[in-house]
């Protein structure tokens, strides 16, 4: 049963797991080490596990037709054990576009605003943020009036800027919070 607020312990594992799983896209094939390590670096953090120490004594052997899908079972044994839900790649996308829409806010200057909105849109074309009408219309005006090139004007840009800062605000009404999809993972 989902608890009505998340501890700092909770929140540091579910924001160590989407980033995990950001960078390792499919966990189904992931290397062991990869996850050996991870499980290491939870370890380190006070979590633990007894199938945890299938990390640390069964290592894959190749003779024996270990598969990359038996890691995988076992790493997200793991995770429930620890009281957790697998996050759904979807929950992953929505996770990482809030965190990259919160660093656009909090950028100061034009340069940085820039990079940020940058940063967004090399997410979205990697498919690590999330595609939607609001976003796409951002990025559609991005590319028209030349958002990306420095000899757009200060006012110009600003003006750009908070029309972006709109569409997104919009999105991320329409989307679950980081709280609420973190409330969901947790059994």
Same mark, same amino acid.
């Given at each position: 049963?989902?608890?009505?607020?998340?501890?700092?312990?909770? !929140? =540091?594992?579910?924001? *160590?797991?989407?980033?995990?799983? %950001? @960078?390792?896209?499919?966990?189904?094939?992931?290397?062991?080490?990869?996850?050996? $390590?991870?499980?290491? *670096?939870?370890?380190?953090?006070?979590?633990?596990?007894? /199938?945890?120490? +299938?990390? =640390?004594?069964?290592?894959?052997?190749?003779? %024996? &037709?270990? +598969? /990359?899908?038996?890691?995988y079972l076992i790493f997200c044994k793991v995770i429930n054990?620890?009281?957790?839900?697998?996050?759904? *790649?979807?929950?992953?996308? !929505?996770?990482?576009?809030?965190?990259?829409? +919160?660093?656009?806010?909090? /950028?100061?200057?034009?340069?940085?605003?820039?990079?940020?909105?940058?940063?967004? =849109? @090399?997410?979205?074309? &990697?498919?690590?943020?999330?595609?939607?009408? &609001?976003?796409?219309?951002?990025?559609?005006?991005?590319? @028209?009036?030349?958002?990306?090139?420095? &000899?757009? $004007?200060?006012?110009?840009?600003?003006? %750009?800027?908070?029309?972006?800062? +709109?569409?997104? @605000? %919009? =999105?991320? /009404?329409?989307?679950?919070?980081?709280?609420?999809?973190?409330?969901?993972?947790?059994?």
């Amino acid at each position: 049963m989902n608890s009505l607020t998340l501890d700092e312990r909770q !929140i =540091w594992f579910l924001d *160590d797991l989407f980033t995990f799983m %950001l @960078e390792n896209y499919d966990l189904t094939n992931t290397d062991y080490v990869l996850l050996k $390590n991870k499980i290491e *670096d939870w370890q380190q953090y006070g979590f633990w596990d007894d /199938a945890m120490l +299938k990390f =640390w004594y069964y290592e894959p052997i190749e003779s %024996l &037709h270990s +598969k /990359a899908i038996d890691n995988y079972l076992i790493f997200c044994k793991v995770i429930n054990n620890l009281g957790f839900y697998l996050p759904t *790649d979807e929950q992953v996308v !929505i996770i990482n576009t809030l965190k990259l829409l +919160k660093e656009i806010e909090i /950028a100061e200057t034009m340069h940085d605003k820039r990079d940020k909105i940058g940063d967004l =849109w @090399e997410a979205y074309e &990697h498919g690590e943020a999330y595609e939607c009408t &609001h976003i796409i219309t951002a990025f559609n005006i991005v590319r @028209e009036k030349g958002f990306f090139e420095y &000899h757009c $004007n200060l006012g110009l840009f600003n003006t %750009l800027y908070q029309r972006l800062v +709109k569409l997104f @605000e %919009l =999105w991320k /009404a329409k989307s679950p919070t980081k709280e609420q999809i973190y409330l969901s993972l947790i059994q």
